[in-house]
């Protein structure tokens, strides 16, 4: 039996990913296809405690105080519970599954914190770990949103300000996101993720609309129907 579509929308802290998931679901619902949306990590269910404790600082300040192994199953467990509770029959039936991170964000936020030379095992372990051991589905398309740094870190604390939000241990370390960037590209890589720059030849911003576009031209041979 044919199983669910799953697509995933990846990207660093501050890069946009999650008006670009909105956008992509607000389309998609205005034309009719129907699909189930989920967001990860799922900070108003019991299953993301020990994550929540994490971002907390309540195992340390730094991200860096709890190895990228340990924090990974804290958020695989959250998604876990998603999957047994919330999508899982829906996407055995065939459904079309659109989810704002999954799995790739624990090699795009823990793998930063391994040497390079570390980080292959640790995405081949990763893979093992959710997939494998734990049965979460592939994705069948990640779309992973590249935004530079300087320019996530601008877009966080605008978004502080203008929601009177206090960030979480890995919004307010820039080292941290500069490292979760470069190992996001390389798990793009190791992966095959399509990589989606969001600033232009000039370094600026691009239009969201634009960005937009090119997502819903990626995704036109894995969702049927797509105008």
Known sequence: MKKGTLIVFEGTDGSGKSTQFKLLCDR???????FQRLVFPQYSEPSSALLRMYL???????PSDVNAYAASTFYAVDRY??????????????????????????A???GGKLSEAEQPAFFDWLSDF?????GLPQPDAVIYLDMPTERSVQLLRMREAATHTKADIHEVDTEYLALCRQTALRAAG?????????????????????IHQEIWGLLAAQIPGLQ
Do not use: M
């Open 81 to 106: 519970a998603a999957w047994k509770k919330v999508w899982g029959t829906s996407y055995e039936a065939g459904e079309l599954v659109l989810s704002d991170r999954y799995t790739t964000s624990n």
């Open 108 to 110: 795009v936020h823990q």
């Open 56 to 62: 907390g600082g309540e195992f340390g300040s730094r």
């Open 130 to 134: 959710e997939h494998q051991k734990l």
């Open 28 to 34: 998609l619902h205005a034309q009719g296809t129907q």
């Open 190 to 210: 190791h992966y095959g993720w399509q990589r989606i720059s969001c600033v232009d030849e000039q370094g600026q911003i691009r239009p969201i609309k634009d």
